[in-house]
């Protein structure tokens, strides 16, 4: 006896194959979108427009401006010779900071315990103005203590080292967090597409007057985007470690491991849309409604779940794609060990196995479901 | 229930289906017979799709009994569904896969052995004269074409009992005669027809007929004993006469 499953598995791959259009984007947009965000949107800030108005003009405040043209992450854009010119500055979007060395500078340099410059920022884009405010802030700690040559001591020093990723890449750390998205997006939608779209054409009525069993059809198509979404994270991850240099540092079995339960659990999540929707319309934005935003906003993937307000915190505890993040930027950032994030992999395993479990429940062969 | 004979391929006593306060199928007795091609004949909308989804198991009655093949349609549908065929009213094979593909794919999920399915296909395409488009996109055929697969991928498993919705809406009248032919022929092999329509000609072709109006059945007998007992030269006449009066 031929397992009936196995027919739904043979017409599900056919599908795909007969489908190249779905297929190319299914590989193609991943890509891009990596593309993208390695290249184009990157949270690192480089060459931040800066003007400086010195109103000391001396020797140690020209120490200070060339000290601050040599470093890549400054540009000076404009050199301003009033206060006046600092409005008109900003309108025109000639600089998004301005550096104000007051009159006094050198003088209060070498003899008072402490000395101040003004930093006015644009904050028209509060999260540029953020970072470069830092950069400035410790670009300064740093050469006031070369230019006072020791009169200044700092009493408390802090020296900065950062682990797992030293030069502070974006990339590094966003093409975990993509991967996440990406596997979510491709798995749900694929899947919750695939048996509304049965259901509109009406091809499903004709299986359920079949003996078939709610699980066979389930699993039979299933199956098919298992592998599909496998590829498909394969060749990010490689286009991503390649072409970006994203590290993998640690076991890259392990990585492998972890996504494939991750992708067992979107799966479970497009085919638990599915089974709840009835047209592909439907389907499809209740999967973008349901894996997308929450995979972008509430996974920890931007924006830290920690600075979130308590009950976003509490939803954030059925994201799935928090959980591969986790894993994901742990073994690839961090060359972290199983037993590290071996509790993420039980959630998921739980997620997963629940939805498809109340989805085959649910999965009526009859058209009152 | 009064008989679980073997000689009725379907019994059905004051089978209702209401979908909320709208009543689709009111209180409808009858039975068919092994062999026999039933005929149901009614305007859109008359109930007849309702009770073929009823009979297959795709949904649930109201109230009232049913058997088919022997089996409970309340308890039995997962039973009833193995010796059961159905084409729908709506052309329902998959576009993108083959004429062979359709018919290795609904003899499959009818769990049928690899060999026996082979076989089977074999037979079928012979049947229905399908050997020249095996290979074809099923996208590309004829509306015609399309019936005979779909009847083809019905039949793929020999069930007892063939439930044919409207199958011949949208079909040149060549290939609906090539259709009927089909379907004698399954009759003459002993498979029972349970058949809804409303073209006339066709009603002609049926052993029996039920005539069904807003989800009663107003008459029942063969075309013969019809046509004679309204005093009518043909079916179709038959029928404006009876759904006339109760329209008014």
């Known amino acids: 006896m031929k397992p009936r499953i196995v027919a739904v598995l043979q017409k599900e791959f056919i599908h795909i194959w007969r489908d190249p259009y779905s297929l190319l984007i299914v590989f193609l947009f991943p890509m891009m979108m990596i593309l993208l965000y390695g290249y184009a949107i990157t949270f690192d800030i480089k060459y931040i427009p800066l ?43 000639r600089m998004s900071a301005v550096l104000v060395i007051p009159p006094d500078f050198d003088r209060r340099l ?28 410790s670009f300064l700690t740093r050469t006031t203590l070369e230019l006072n040559q020791g009169l200044l001591a700092t009493p408390l020093e802090i020296e900065p080292r950062i682990w797992y990723n030293p030069d502070l ?72 470690h390649w072409v970006f240099g994203v590290p993998i540092r640690g076991s890259l079995a392990l990585l492998v491991f972890f996504m494939l339960i991750y992708i067992y659990a979107s799966l479970s999540l497009g085919v638990f849309i599915s089974s709840r929707t009835r047209t592909q319309q439907a389907a499809l934005f209740a999967a973008m409604l349901g894996t997308l935003l929450p995979s972008v906003l509430l996974s920890g993937f931007v924006f830290p779940i920690a600075s979130m307000p308590r009950v976003l915190q509490w939803v954030t505890y059925i994201v799935p794609a928090k959980y591969f993040l986790i894993q994901a930027r742990g073994v690839m950032l961090k060359g972290v060990g199983f037993d590290y994030l071996y509790l993420p992999t039980v959630f998921l395993l739980i997620f997963g196995t629940l939805l498809l479990a109340v989805s085959v429940k649910r999965f009526k062969t009859n058209l009152e479901g | 229930m009064k008989s679980m004979d073997n000689a009725y391929s379907v019994e059905v006593n004051d089978l209702t289906k209401k979908f909320g306060r709208f009543v689709a199928v009111d209180h409808i007795s009858f039975y068919v017979q092994d062999g026999e091609i039933f005929g149901f004949l009614g305007a859109n909308g008359a109930g007849k799709t309702t009770t073929i989804r009823m009979l297959c198991g795709l949904i649930r009655p109201t109230s009232g009994q049913g058997r088919v093949e022997g089996l409970d349609i309340f308890t039995q549908t997962e039973a009833i569904k193995q010796d059961i065929g159905y084409m729908s009213q709506k052309f329902s094979l ?155």
């Open chain 1, 110 to 137: 070498t003899s008072r315990p402490e000395t101040s410059v003004q930093l006015i920022m644009d904050g028209a884009n509060a999260n540029t103005a953020m970072i470069a405010m830092n950069y400035l802030k």
């Open chain 1, 169 to 240: 890449k974006s990339t590094h750390f966003v093409v975990p967090g993509l991967i996440a998205i990406l596997m979510m997006m491709i798995c749900a939608m694929l899947t919750s597409l695939t048996i509304s779209r049965e259901r509109e054409t009406g091809t499903l009525e004709q299986i359920f007057v079949s003996p078939i069993r709610p699980v066979e059809i389930i699993i039979g198509k299933v199956a098919p985007y298992i592998l599909l979404a496998f590829l498909d994270a394969m060749a990010i991850l490689g286009f991503s």
């Open chain 2, 94 to 248: 998959y576009d993108d896969l083959t004429v062979e593909e359709n018919l290795v794919f609904y003899g499959g999920i009818y769990g049928m052995p690899s060999s026996e399915l082979s076989l089977a296909c074999e037979a079928v395409i012979q049947r229905m004269d399908l050997v020249s488009q095996v290979k074809k996109l099923t996208r590309s055929l004829p509306a015609g074409w399309k019936q005979r697969l779909a009847l083809s991928c019905a039949i793929l498993h020999q069930p007892k009992i063939l439930f044919l919705d409207e199958p011949t809406g949208g079909v040149d009248p060549i290939s609906r005669r090539a259709f009927w032919d089909a379907i004698h022929q399954l009759a003459e092999g002993g498979t029972t027809i349970f058949v809804t329509t409303h073209y006339m000609d066709e009603a002609e072709y049926c052993n029996r007929l039920s005539i069904m109006h807003e989800g009663r059945i107003i008459a029942l007998g063969s075309p013969m004993e019809l046509k004679d007992r309204y005093q009518q030269p043909t079916v179709e006449q038959v029928f404006i006469d009876l759904v006339k009066p109760a329209k008014a």
């Open chain 1, 51 to 93: 003007a400086i108005l010195d109103q000391d003009r001396s020797p140690a405040s020209q120490q200070l401006v060339e000290k601050l043209t040599s470093s890549n992450y400054f540009r000076i854009t404009a050199r301003l010779q009033d206060r006046r010119a600092i409005e008109p500055g900003f309108l025109h979007r």
